[in-house]
Nanobody, 124 residues
Framework: QVQLVESGGGSVQAGGSLRVSCAAF????????MGWFRQAPGKGREGVATIHSGGSTSYADSVKGRFTISKDNAKNTLYLEMNSLKPEDTAMYYC??????????????????WGQGTQVTVSS
């Protein structure tokens, strides 16, 4: 059974950087898409970034140019490097995966495997 486990969250001052990780367990083959989502208190879950099995990436406009999604297939690990962090980035960050063929999107309903999340707090 596929399990996703996030780590690396924490507290950082505005303008700082942080890298969160997502380790995947139980994979028999690579997911077509993996993504990062975030949810702030009282708000819905927002798509942040996606990466295709072939390496193509996409980003939400709110993080474009500041965040970088990447993966290490040998380690079965997904990463999100967050730079120039803003207080508005404060949220629980979740990783997700699906095996559907095609382009990756930020629509959360397309992902059927989810981690438990890691908290990122950005202070002003």
């Amino acid at each position: 059974q596929v399990q996703l486990v996030e780590s690396g969250g924490g507290s950082v001052q505005a303008g700082g950087s942080l890298r969160v990780s997502c380790a995947a367990f139980g994979l028999t083959y690579s997911p077509n898409c993996m993504g990062w989502f975030r949810q702030a208190p009282g708000k819905g879950r927002e798509g942040v970034a996606t990466i295709h099995s072939g390496g193509s990436t996409s980003y939400a406009d709110s993080v474009k140019g500041r965040f970088t999604i990447s993966k290490d297939n040998a380690k079965n690990t997904l990463y999100l490097e967050m730079n120039s962090l803003k207080p508005e980035d404060t949220a629980m960050y979740y990783c997700a995966a699906h095996f559907r063929f095609g382009l990756c999107t930020l629509a959360r309903n397309n992902y059927n495997y989810w981690g438990q999340g890691t908290q990122v707090t950005v202070s002003s």
